[in-house]
């Protein structure tokens, strides 16, 4: 998803087309996305399911929110710039993720092995 949101960043102002595409993936995956997270949940915590989904539905609407008020803090020329940022951003902290995360089953396989 981040490298979608940097492809919009870059193309919304040349070619219609293209922003209209990648609208309608980021559209796609963040349709879908809540509803993944909202069933893991249920199933990592079927004692507390309410509060967790409770919790995470306020974490995630107060993210729009301060996201929303943000932006509108910028001026129209510099929201490109800073939504090329947070999209770079968001890549670079999935892809530490992944490593850490590749790292831990590796020291888990190494561990089973003794």
Do not use: D, W
């Amino acid at each position: 998803m981040p490298i979608l949101l940097i492809i919009f960043s870059i193309f919304n102002t040349y070619n219609l087309f293209v922003m209209s595409l990648t609208m309608f993936f980021i559209g796609l995956i963040v349709g879908i996305v809540p509803a993944l997270i909202s069933t893991m949940i249920s199933k990592e915590f079927p004692q507390n399911k309410g509060g967790a989904l409770g919790l995470f539905n306020f974490t995630r609407y107060i993210g729009m929110s301060l996201g929303s008020i943000t932006i509108g803090l910028f001026s129209a020329h510099t929201v490109p710039i800073y939504f090329t940022g947070i999209a770079t951003l968001i890549l670079l902290l999935f892809i530490i993720n992944k490593m850490s995360y590749k790292r831990s089953e590796s020291n888990i396989e190494q561990l089973s092995n003794y």
